[in-house]
């Protein structure tokens, strides 16, 4: 029997809520009509993945079956199904099956979820299952029992539920939970979505951890938990009330969408993916991600950063960033709590945890930005790191990263390795915007002398005397320099030089070179027209064709990756070329294909590349990357989180 207190609240509801003829003007439902219905929706949590299985159960008003019931599979990896029914009036749905975990990023395979939604059939009927119906199911169904209707036991309840929820705070859906579309760009999706999310999160390492499993989720116990108790207390369980309190800001929402967009677009669906920002508070400090001007920093008061119009905390604006194809470091131009001004901090480009963004307002903040660790002095923390001007990251794809960075007051430049950080190597001489491979790190003298060069242990190698106006490290460590007057010289890795025809007799500005991989190939930027001209310094070894350059002129820089080029005007303006994977190079095997991602920024300066992934400054001063690792996941045929 349900609660008495709750009844009675229900039945106080009656009076003037329904008109004769409706389903809910007594009773728990009519008993079965002799015309068919029909009911269709989607299965939503997460949502459930195609072949999912739906029993449709026809009920009488008092909850018995009305014959046999109606089998269906979920039909596409969005959740969607249909079914027809010899029945009109009430229905119990159980759905059974594999489900997107927001939480995760993907679908969870081999770990089934059931989902219970009562409804009403009519002749067209739009029923959806999702976290909703199925929280108020036990309920639900004591009230309807004890012959409350069912549109009336409905509201009541879903009224109640959204009291009972950490997020009561803010606005409900506004629409009845089956009839609450999931897909789409309206507040009530980004209200489902944004739940389903926080509970998906919740539920991580709920109750005993499954061995067998990394994450150690136990999404079904969570749901019988939330469910039951509130069945029983009219309430969450004061436990699940905080683990849910807990799991908003812990829930990483641009994860959440791009895993469902990621989800959609594979499954060929048309579905529009909410957004998550328009329901999440992260930061718990009352204002909504959307209007947030720091979403994941408590800031009450909203506070902006000086003349910006991000808050205090969140003025992570950068002098300058370094990338591989796996870690991106920059230096921080402002105090924030990401750290104080000048204090290095990196980022994993490859961690689902960090989305491969470095630190901005409108980013999911990693859980550690320093490879390093939180205790190391170069993290940042308690404002004890030095203050540094510049910084450059290399290593292994498969590795930690070694990072060096030049003090601001340019004394001197510090190496150390992510293995162990404590142990800093100065090099020889400080040197600008050093940059790294995976053994050899190499920068411009801040004396005027040249290019030092170093290996990761700190001894000398081989480097180029003589003023330069820029330079290029290559491959494991091959190296150019573009003198005073614009002219090109390189050198092989044991110092013998090297003649470069495609780009001789030209006046550079500017030159850029590949590490990734190992490959040894240049860009440079002619001082005329800034046009980009490249050329290959290994005869062929590794991949053997360039990546296409940008096109036209009138840039000032550039970076070069194994598959792609970025060049950038004096306003910024960034164009990047790329091999695709049906360039006729790719199919030969003489070129790395870039996937077709996201596109790249618009403005963007001080570029770095990887491969094909990429860092710069962006056209307000943060730090961007491109693309994120859920596209690059997609695009390269890895599993998200892997």
Not at 440 to 458: I, K, T
Not at 521 to 537: K, N, S, Y
Not at 603 to 610: E, I, Q, R, T
Request: net charge negative; charged share 20%; aromatic share 6%.
């Amino acid at each position: 029997m349900p609660r008495p207190l709750r009844s009675a609240a229900l039945l106080s509801l009656l009076c003037g809520c329904a008109s004769p003829g409706d389903s809910g003007e007594a009773g728990g439902s009519t008993d079965a009509a002799d015309t068919s219905g029909s009911a269709e929706g989607v299965i939503f949590k997460g949502p459930m993945a195609a072949g999912g299985q739906i029993e449709l159960q026809p009920l009488s008003a008092a909850l018995e079956p009305v014959g046999p019931p109606v089998l269906v599979e979920v039909r596409d990896d969005g959740g969607s199904y249909s079914a027809t029914l010899d029945h009109q009036g009430l229905v119990r749905i159980t759905a059974q099956g594999e489900a997107f975990n927001e939480a995760w990023g993907d679908k969870k395979a081999g770990e089934p979820i059931t989902l219970v939604a009562y409804g009403e059939v009519g002749e067209r009927s739009s029923l959806h299952v999702n976290l909703l119906t199925h929280l108020i199911a036990p309920a639900l169904e004591e009230e309807l029992r004890a012959g409350t209707p069912f549109m009336v036991a409905q509201d009541a309840l879903l009224d109640e539920l959204f009291d009972a929820l950490p997020m009561a705070d803010r606005q409900p859906p506004g629409v009845r939970g089956p009839e609450l579309e999931p897909f789409g760009e309206g507040y009530a999706q980004a209200w489902l979505f944004g739940f389903s999310g926080v509970v998906a999160e919740a539920s991580r390492g709920y109750g005993a951890p499954d061995a067998d499993s990394a994450d150690g989720f136990d999404l079904p116990a969570f749901l019988d938990e939330l469910s039951l108790g509130f069945a029983e207390q009219g309430a969450l369980p004061l436990e699940a009330y905080e683990v849910l309190r807990a799991a908003e800001p812990a829930l990483n929402p641009d994860l959440a969408m791009l895993g469902l967009h990621r989800l959609i677009e594979e499954g060929g669906l048309s579905a529009e993916v909410p957004d998550l920002h328009r329901f999440l508070d992260s930061d718990q400090d009352g204002v909504l991600n959307e209007v947030d001007n720091c979403r994941y920093v408590f800031n009450p008061d909203q506070e902006a950063a000086g003349e910006g119009p991000h808050g205090a905390a969140c003025d992570t604006r950068m002098q300058m960033v370094s990338s591989t194809d796996r870690w991106g470091c920059g230096v921080l131009a402002a105090e924030s709590v990401v750290g104080p001004a000048g204090g290095v901090v990196c980022w994993e480009l490859r961690g689902a945890e960090t989305g491969g963004s470095p630190p901005a307002p409108a980013v999911y903040p990693a859980a550690v930005r320093a490879p390093w660790g939180e205790d190391s002095p170069f993290a940042g923390a308690d404002g004890d790191a030095p203050t540094f001007r510049a910084v450059g990251v290399g290593g292994a794809d498969d590795s930690l990263p070694w990072v060096c960075a030049t003090l601001a007051d340019g004394t001197a430049t510090l190496c150390w390795d992510a293995a162990d950080p404590s142990m800093p190597t100065p090099l020889s001489a400080p040197v600008g915007a050093p940059q790294l491979s995976a053994a050899r790190v190499c920068g411009l003298r801040l004396d005027g002398g040249g290019v030092l060069c170093a290996d990761r242990g700190g001894a000398p190698a081989p480097g180029i005397t003589g003023a330069a106006l820029d330079f290029a490290l290559a491959g494991d460590g091959h190296l150019c320099v573009v003198d005073e007057a614009g002219a090109l010289r390189c050198q092989d890795p044991a110092g013998a030089a090297l003649d470069v025809p495609a780009l001789a007799g030209l006046e550079l500005r500017a030159v850029g070179g590949n590490t990734a991989g190992g490959d040894a190939f240049i860009c440079g930027v002619t001082a005329d027209e800034g046009e980009v001209r490249c050329a290959d310094l290994d005869s062929g070894a590794g991949v053997a064709a360039l990546p296409p350059a940008p096109e036209g002129g009138g840039y000032v820089n550039v970076a070069v990756g194994r598959g792609t080029v970025c060049a950038w005007t004096a306003d910024d303006t960034l164009r990047c070329g790329r091999w695709e994977q049906d360039d006729p190079e790719v199919l030969a095997g003489e070129a790395v294909a870039c996937p077709e991602w996201a596109a790249t920024p618009a403005s963007a300066w001080g570029v770095s590349l990887g491969s094909c992934v990429g860092c710069g400054i962006g056209a307000d001063g943060f730090g961007a990357c491109w693309p994120d690792e859920w596209s690059r996941a997609r695009g390269e045929g890895e599993p998200i989180g892997g």
